[in-house]
């Protein structure tokens, strides 16, 4: 499954489109860093890895996850 990687330092952001239901949590939680309408799309220099990993936790189809970097 196709997969997009957004390095934000500490930890790397995941997005799978396919899975994504567009529900729009990512975008209310983190408007600096998710704006469907730019490209690309997510701009993880806008928040911390704290913030990022919290907004995570909240999406409900599983679309965005991350990996912490070592």
Known sequence: METH????????VLWKPKV??????????LP?????KERPWIK?????AEELKNQIEH???GA???????
């Open 5 to 12: 990687e957004y390095n934000a330092g500490e930890i790397t």
């Open 20 to 29: 994504c239901i567009h529900a729009g949590v990512c975008v209310k939680m």
């Open 32 to 36: 600096k860093v998710y704006n469907p």
């Open 44 to 48: 993880t220099e806008n928040a911390t």
């Open 59 to 61: 999406c409900p189809s």
């Open 64 to 70: 965005l996850s991350y990996k912490l970097n070592s």
